[in-house]
């Protein structure tokens, strides 16, 4: 019987790419978000991942009814919305982590009974590097993705002894009509290429790649683990990326 795969956000970039991968692997996918993601293969399941009645009804969706334990879930559903601290809502702030957090809460939950009856499970979270490297405008996303990336060490340590294993993946920038809507054209892709040591700019596929993995049983050691995918952005000093001149003095090459 086919391994199953619940992965919320499956019609936006990341989420879609997460989706069609775990089909080309042979699971059987069901597809939660309010857009239908239009994929071969996947079973969409309409859903609010904020409410807890349709997170409920679609994981029954992709259990049969209750009739067998969910194998990989995968949360992808979320928001970067924001704006300074100082004019943010509480209406805002909420609502961002209610998006972003919350739901992964709820996700989460609903699966567990089933994980842990079945002795197994595998859960994937999706992240972000902006909690670790900080941009202008974000305190509400920082936080959210902040504690995704706790939560997953804390379940880790709950849950591991049932044989679940919980991982996150925080991309960098990856190229997403999400992402180009916020750029202006080849320039500023450009520039986010040259963010990097490598010169790349992600794309959904590179993360579905990655999720693929810590979802599988050759990846049973990352749990509690944060996988950063970003080219390498994050750990490079500013200065390494102007001295140009000092690297070519000590054989290196130019980045």
């Known amino acids: 019987m086919a391994r199953s795969a619940l992965i919320t956000g499956a019609a936006g970039g990341i989420g879609r790419a997460v989706a069609a991968r775990f089909v080309a692997d042979g699971y059987r996918v069901v597809g939660v978000d309010l857009a239908d993601p239009g994929l071969p293969g996947v079973t969409y399941a309409r859903a609010d991942v904020t409410d807890a009645d349709q997170v409920a009804h679609a994981v029954r969706a992709a259990t ?32 961002v982590l209610r998006a972003n957090l919350g739901s992964v809460f709820l996700c989460v939950r609903e699966v567990l ?21 900080a941009a202008p405008g974000l305190p509400a996303y920082a936080a959210a993705k902040g504690a995704i990336a706790a939560l997953t060490r804390q379940l880790a340590v709950d849950y591991g002894q049932h044989g679940i294993s919980f991982v996150t993946v925080s991309p960098g920038w990856v190229r997403t009509p999400a992402t ?76």
């Open 180 to 255: 180009e809507s916020r750029l202006d054209g080849e320039a500023d892709l450009d520039r986010l290429r040259q963010s990097n040591p490598l010169r790349l700019l992600g794309t959904p596929e590179h993360i579905a790649g990655t999720v693929a993995f810590a979802a599988s049983a050759e990846a049973a050691l990352l749990n509690g683990s944060e996988l950063v995918l970003d080219a390498g952005a994050s750990v490079v000093s500013p200065a390494s990326l102007l001295r140009d001149a000092h690297r070519a003095g000590m054989g290196l090459p130019r980045l």
């Open 113 to 133: 009974p089933g994980m842990i009856g079945a002795g197994s499970g595998a859960v994937v979270m999706v992240g972000s590097v902006l909690h670790r490297t």
């Open 64 to 95: 049969g009814g209750g009739e067998s334990a969910l194998d990989v879930l995968v949360t992808c559903a979320g928001v970067t919305e924001g704006k300074p601290l100082h004019r943010t809502t509480e209406q805002e702030w909420e609502g």
